[in-house]
């Protein structure tokens, strides 16, 4: 392995046992562009089809296994693991010697999800391309909260065809284009802080947004459909963020009533256990969301449902739904070890929840209100503000609180 550092490198990952002859072709393309290619082999039955920088050897030894035995055959599973963990560990590697300034993998389920593992382990914003398979379906638990770009490759990665030829060949393009981009200056770098919306919480966070980003910090704004809260709360935990301003916190609605947009139970958990300044409010938790209508399950068919739009149903939490969702928010602040506060929209939490909308009522707020503050531990401020959450005034008391904290 070479130890001089080259950041536009691209480290291009796969299983050389079985598709060698399609990764010698894409690094034959990289290459032509000018950009020097470090190969990682994490095959484990064959031979490979060429000489990698990174032997498979390497990539196990760096999950604790030993190549030999996991090329048998007879522990295909143990295998995935194994490479998929070591690769992890070579990649990241390679990222923090200035080796790797972009990677490539391609492969079927089994080979993306080795790639992608190694993959996700690298910064937001270092040039990820996966050519898969599976690349037109559903790819989020590949992806996980990390910026991996996905191309189909239409016909199985098995041979060098005339429609596998321009799908290696774009994949080769995109990541080789990338790395040899000259990112434009950033301009002057600010504390970042991250603020979750959706579309019933848009004015409000716009508003104070704006109030934020004038006491000198950059606001990244993350819509709360699931993968929107799991990827702040990922970078969050990651170090980059500052404060927190999570006013949509309608994710845990959706854990609670099975909607589409869940989060999954460790949301709201990032900024307490990151020991930043958090602003938090039950922001659109009078909301589940469900795809089309008819697929909205019976339990709750007769229920108060808001078709949004032809693709996106909404449900009315209840009094016991918004109970639980207090609970929890509650839960997750008490976590904190940095100033924190719950402001709370004593006049609806989301555009809908307004005297006179669809989803007005008054008891479901005070339901989930009354939880909060029930389960708070006594330390932690709650703010009651007499406005809907989209009201100014509403948005410049939770924007002022989180720059009084900073």
Known sequence: MSSIPNPKTVVIIGALDTKGAEFAFVKGLIESEGIEVLVVDFGTMGEPEFEPDVRRAE????????????????????????????????????????????????????????????????????PKVMVS???????????????????????????????????????????????????????????????????????????ARGV???????VLVFHATGIGGRTMESLIADGYIAGSLDITTTEIADYVCGGVFSAGPERCKAASGAGIPAVVVPGCVDMANFDAIDTVPGRYRDRNLYQWNPNVTLLRTDVEENARIGEIIAAAVNLATA??????????????????ERFW??????????????????????????????????????????????
Not at 212 to 218: H, K, S
């Open 212 to 218: 934020v980003e004038r006491g000198g910090y950059e």
């Open 133 to 207: 398979t599976v690349a037109g379906g559903d790819v989020s638990a590949y992806a996980g909260t990390r910026d991996i770009t996905f191309i189909p490759s239409i016909v199985d990665v098995a041979g060098i065809n005339s429609i596998s030829r321009a799908i290696y060949a774009n994949a080769a393009g995109a990541i080789a284009g990338m790395v040899r981009l000259e990112r434009p200056p950033a301009g002057e770098e600010r504390p970042l802080v991250t603020a979750s919306m959706f579309g019933n919480t848009t004015t409000c966070v716009e508003q």
């Open 59 to 126: 990539v196990a030894a760096a999950a604790g296994g030993d190549i030999g035995h996991l090329a048998s055959g007879e522990h295909k599973d143990e295998a995935m693991q194994t490479m998929a963990k070591g690769l992890a560990v070579v990649v990241r590697r390679l990222y923090d010697e200035g080796r790797l300034g972009g990677i490539i993998g391609m492969g079927g389920t089994g080979g993306t999800s080795i790639a992608t593992t190694g993959m996700r382990t690298l910064p937001v914003g270092v």
């Open 339 to 356: 100033p924190t506060a719950v402001l709370l929209p004593m006049r609806g939490v989301s555009m809908l929840d307004s005297e006179g």
């Open 361 to 406: 009522d008054p008891e479901a707020d005070r339901a989930c209100f009354d939880a909060i503050r029930s389960g708070l531990r006594a330390d932690i401020a709650v703010h009651e503000v007499d406005h809907n959450i989209n009201d100014p005034t509403f948005a410049d008391s939770a924007a002022n609180t989180l720059l009084e904290m900073l």
